[in-house]
């Protein structure tokens, strides 16, 4: 019989601490009982699935080998329950679907966050009811399924619940069926559930950055460490342990340590004073120097500016990054293009960045020594870790310069430059950029929500958050004038703009910008 | 979109109350997968997922030869695998035997575990011959899926969607979840 039966609300049939669970399943049904469905009714408590319909296979019970003579034909016996409450066999007509099946979450974490205007409503998404009734077969036939499942992040907080999703899954997958408070994890009360499965440990991982960190990975075994009479940890570099539910820069290390995790200590002045680091005082501290162009990198989360001014002959641009936060670091520098590049481009990227501390005396653990003095260098940004642990060492050295303002408020780096490290200005053409920074600590660690990339056209000044594809025309575009929209020194745009050769333009770049700059959250320096 | 045509063959079955009895069969909306990855205007996804919530994406590169080559393996592997710990067997209440293997793909280079199968077992290596492609392909899919319905959502939905405990990170948007 199976484990922990599969009720109305089931999450997965091997929950495993990652995301996107996939399972390749065979089903054989010779007995004759038709009694009750195979699955009973239930919808996913994943955010979706997206599966093969089931096949017929035919095996040949001699050699043990699939009958390939016998060609693979769809399997029946998977209903839905439409919207109509109707209970519907379905169809799968094509030889090549790979179908998605909506799950609970849609329920719990989508739908629920739907603007209340009747447009947004109408965007609704249904979760949907399944079952699956089998009929009996001969022992040279299996229905042959594959099916990836993707759960909500672990890290991720259900106010409901007043837990993270992988405490639930946790919780879950370790209680009894009985024990389990009716409703948890599910949009309904009348909803619960799932399967027991497997842990990490039996993967030869740890529990850590909200997945299983295989240990071979970074060269442990757990054989190792109990000779060196260490436990395994999920650590960050200051050996600070995590529970593995932690976001950030954390891994697996043999040690005895038991410090919990604590944030960065932050910068000495840190918080701004929010009574002299005014909004005025930004304005005034930003608005120094002469230059040509500007594009507002401001978000809802943070308040930066670019200033430019391009010099065709010389090949170069005077630069100006301004930045309402104080100087943890600050960076500005090119994107890599890279098709296979990581975080959108931030991995691989060619910057000038500035540190409060010589980056060669930099420790993960220390961070910064500020007493070693500011240091501007150029740096290329590790094409797999993010962390500036992986790539503290800069590639060459930088004329830029940062100004902080008399107050410890914002932070400015300025520039003048023809190419960084072995990415050259196109001074005629346009550059995919890319900045942050972070005014919390003196760790280099994070810049939270204080980054972007950026396209600009040098010498026209045209400019916006994100990159010509990340913008699509969709329903809600307008057009609106090159004279409103086009960022020039003498104005700053409210918002991101679109300045191709088109003048389509969608209403909500400012949220498609936003959207985009979020698909890495993890996005790190 | 319904499909109309009544399946009385099956729905004549004698099956018990508590067993299923369709009262219709129901095709899926179908959205071809390069529509998929345009950049288009319409909201067939967003269409298809508000009202029943399952969509089918057909014509994906390669995935037919690939899916069927594949699972036309899987059984024998799976049976060939029977009692190794790295294969999982349950039985249903009416009699259906499942078998089952399983893997996790977690973000991040690497993130795609290996499915444990039996590398000594010829119908495993034939099963898995395919396999990477396979899940890349589908994990390209979901991407573009996910990426696609984030588009059509449009600014229907708040931000963020979800965010870690401490409120240090968000999921602002569906593709942030997904990924």
Known sequence: MIHKLTLLCNLAFSNRNGEHLEHFHSYQKMSENDSSDTIEVHTDQGLFIAFTPALISSYDEGTGKPDLSNPMKESEGFFIETSEGKTAMVDFSSEDDLVFMLGDGVNQYVNTKLNK????????????????????????????????????????????????????????????????????????????????????????????????????????????????????????????????????????????????????????????????????????????????????????????????????????????????????????????????????????????????????????????????????????????????????????????????????????????????????????????????????????????????????????????????????????????????????????????????????????????????????????? | MFKLSVVLAFANMAMPASAHIADFSFAPERLSFDDLKAHATDTLLIDALSKEGIVSITGIPGFKDMSRNLLAHLHSCLVDMDNQENSFTSEYSDGTVRRTIASVTIPGPGGARPFDYDEESLNCQDFSKDLTLFRKTVDSATEFFAERLTLEMGSALTRPLMNTKDGEYTFDEFSDVVR
Not at chain 1, 223 to 252: I, L, W
Not at chain 1, 255 to 268: F, G, K, M
């Open chain 1, 117 to 525: 205007d009747k447009h947004s409503l109408s965007k609704a998404l249904r979760a949907t009811p399944h079952a699956v009734k089998l009929q009996a077969h001969g022992k040279h036939l299996a229905r042959v399924w594959y099916g990836l499942m993707v759960l909500p992040p672990t890290s991720a907080y259900s106010e409901a619940d007043e837990m993270t999703y992988g405490e639930i899954r946790n919780l879950l997958t370790r209680t009894k069926n009985e024990d389990i408070p009716v409703g948890l994890g599910c949009s309904s009360t009348q909803m619960r559930a799932l399967e027991g499965g497997d842990d990490c440990f039996e993967q030869g991982a740890v529990q850590c950055w909200h997945r299983c960190m295989l240990l071979e990975d970074y060269g442990l075994t757990f054989d190792m460490c109990t000779e060196e009479n260490h436990a395994v940890k999920c650590v960050n570099p200051r050996d600070q342990v995590s529970t593995g539910e932690n976001h950030g820069d954390f891994f697996p290390k043999c040690t005895d340590s038991v410090e919990e995790v604590t944030p960065y200590p932050t910068i000495p002045s840190y918080p701004q004073d929010p009574e002299v680091c005014t909004a005025e005082a930004f304005d005034e501290f930003k608005m120094q120097g002469e230059y040509m162009y500007n594009l507002n990198l401001t978000t809802d989360r943070t308040n930066a500016d670019f200033y430019w001014t391009p010099n065709k002959d010389a090949g170069t641009i005077k630069g100006r990054l301004a930045f309402n936060g104080q100087f943890g670091y600050i960076a500005f520098g090119f994107l890599n293009l890279a098709e296979d590049a990581r975080h959108k481009g931030m991995n691989g990227g060619h910057i000038i960045m500035a540190t409060p501390g010589d980056p060669d005396l930099y420790s993960a653990k220390f961070g910064l020594d500020v007493s070693t003095g500011t240091h501007i260098n150029e740096f290329m940004i590790d094409e797999n870790g993010s962390s500036f642990r992986h790539w503290y060492t800069p590639v060459g050295e930088s004329d830029a310069t940062v100004t902080i303002d008399d107050n410890e408020c914002f932070t400015s780096l300025e520039f003048e430059i023809n190419k960084i490290y072995l990415t050259d200005i196109d001074v005629e053409g346009t550059n995919i950029m890319q900045w942050a920074a972070n005014p919390v600590d003196r760790f280099a660690g994070y810049h939270s929500r204080n980054r972007a990339y950026f396209t600009v056209e040098w010498m026209t000044g045209k400019a916006f958050i994100g990159r010509e594809e990340d913008f699509v025309v969709s329903d809600e575009t307008v057009a609106v004038s090159d004279e409103t929209e086009e960022t020039d020194g003498g104005k700053e745009p409210e918002a991101p703009t679109e300045t191709s050769g088109s003048s389509k333009l969608t209403t909500s770049i400012m949220g498609l910008a936003i959207a985009f700059l979020s698909l890495s959250h993890v996005m790190r320096f």
